[in-house]
């Protein structure tokens, strides 16, 4: 059998970026001295009239992505979660949410797969900063495919989106003719014994824990929800109708990120029982991203004995 191709997130997004450049003279893109990091020094190499290095100055970037899409521009701002969404917190909302600008912010290094970076930079809370501002799109994609295609699609639309990427090589998943679309969750497996919605690098994961459980006689409905925000509700609560019971599952605090936008919807239009799984209200800190995954239980066989054990 051959080996699943793997590719990080945050790879895919600057490759994204070129292929957006080719096709549109009006893509600018911008970073806090981290090209090399987040990948838009693809772009940078290709484009290098359209690349603006902020240095370590992410408040300002966020400002000048702001300027610029009120001049026809549209800004791809990148740097890594922890500054996009909490050093930058302020001028994110203030420039570039109230005024419900064309911004969209490349997030990467998201998670506690950052890794021996630690837990000052492993940002779990950045879903939740962002589900806050009012008219902000999240997007938080599982693979390249799916990610490639995630910011062709937040250039298509208008309006502020946050992006998140991971640093860690992700299985690829889904088929290149896949389509994507903003706001429409994915349902990746047919069950009938509990639905577990799944995000970002959780996807593959929880796909492997599923066939574990298979295996056992265990039937799980597996959800792909690559939009936090806006949530495609009716998938969610069409499977919830359908199991009795849901799981959610990120690399993500457990407050505020899907697991209560799941809570939220089906708290108030279909209640059943839900279990989150992600970073519970701790830090993360220093250590191999896999390994880091195993002890937070977000491998694909933390998952499966977390799921087991929450069926038993």
């Known amino acids: ?41 693809i772009f940078k190499k290709e484009f290098p009239d359209r690349h603006i290095d902020c240095g370590i100055a ?109 640093r860690l090589a992700a299985p690829v998943i889904h088929q290149e003719d896949y389509q994507f679309e903003i706001g429409k969750g994915v349902k990746m497996r047919e069950g009938k014994d509990v639905t577990v919605v799944a995000t970002g690098l959780m996807v593959s994961n929880t796909l492997e824990a599923a066939e574990k459980l298979a295996a056992e006689g265990m039937d799980v409905e597996v959800i792909n929800i690559h939009t936090i925000k806006p949530l495609d509700e009716e998938i969610i609560i069409e499977s919830a109708k359908k199991t009795g019971k849901v799981i959610t599952v990120e690399e993500h605090s457990v407050i505020g990120g899907l697991g209560s936008a799941v809570c939220d919807v089906l708290s108030e239009k279909y209640p059943v029982p839900v279990t989150k799984l992600g970073v519970k209200d701790t830090f993360g800190h220093s250590g191999p991203a896999l390994e880091l995954l195993k002890e937070f239980q977000l491998d694909s066989e933390g998952i499966y004995r977390q799921i087991k054990e929450i069926m038993s």
């Open 58 to 166: 992410e408040a300002n970037m966020i400002g000048i992505a702001a300027g610029l899409s009120t001049c026809g521009k549209v800004p791809f701002a990148s740097t890594f979660a922890m500054f996009a969404a909490g050093r930058a917190f302020e001028q994110v909302r203030n420039s570039v949410g109230y005024p419900l600008l064309n911004v969209k912010i490349g997030a990467t290094h998201a998670g506690i797969s950052v890794g021996e970076d630690g837990a000052t930079h492993q940002c779990n809370e950045d879903i939740a900063l962002m589900r806050t501002i009012p008219g902000m799109t999240i997007i938080n994609p599982c693979d390249d495919i799916e990610a490639r295609a995630a910011v062709k699609a937040a250039y298509e639309m208008e309006g502020p989106v946050y992006m998140r990427f991971g």
């Open 1 to 41: 059998m051959s080996e699943v191709k793997k590719i990080a997130t945050r790879e895919s997004f600057g490759n994204a970026l070129v292929e957006l450049g080719k096709e549109h003279d009006n893509v600018v893109v911008l970073d806090a001295d981290l090209a090399a990091a987040t990948k838009t020094g």
